[in-house]
């Protein structure tokens, strides 16, 4: 008996009309790649991470394919990029509006929940200019005990 989210994992079909609906070929790798970001609902990911993972399901693919194809699915609106240390991004699968902890000891990113976190005074942008988003994170580390 398959389990709930796996009822709901979209399938190889899905995630070609998916990719080419937003502009994307769907290649065999980049549609393995969607099935690993897609399967187990919102998360975040390095590019690292999900080259692993790739490569536990032993799909053939360079870390430097992985990198492409996460920016090409971002660029299409299927991914959010949260930028969290320097050149340390994570791609979350959530694309709505919303904020993120980031937990420094375990590099995990994790969702804060809506409506958490309220903005005041934000400056007003130079002249020509708009706000196109405003992205907040919150970093984390264990507290001493």
């Not at 999900?50 to 360079?62: F, G, I, T």
Request: hydrophobic fraction near 40%; avoid cysteine.
């Amino acid at each position: 008996m398959d389990s709930p989210a796996a009822a709901r994992a979209p399938n190889r079909n899905q995630l070609s009309g998916m990719l080419r609906q937003s502009g994307i070929r769907p290649t065999r790798q980049r549609v393995a790649l969607a099935g690993l970001l897609f399967a187990r609902g919102n998360r975040h990911l390095s590019a690292e991470n999900l080259h692993a993972e790739a490569m536990a399901k032993r799909v053939p693919v360079s870390l430097a394919t992985v990198y492409n194809t996460l920016n090409q699915f971002r660029r299409a609106g299927l991914l959010r990029e949260v930028v969290v240390d320097g050149p340390k991004t994570y791609f979350d699968t959530n694309t709505t509006e919303h904020h993120h902890f980031y937990v420094e000891d375990d590099q995990q990113v994790i969702d804060v929940p809506a409506g958490s976190i309220t903005m005041a005074g934000l400056a007003e942008p130079p002249p020509g200019y708009e706000v196109a988003r405003v992205e907040v994170v919150v970093r984390l580390r264990r507290a001493a005990r």
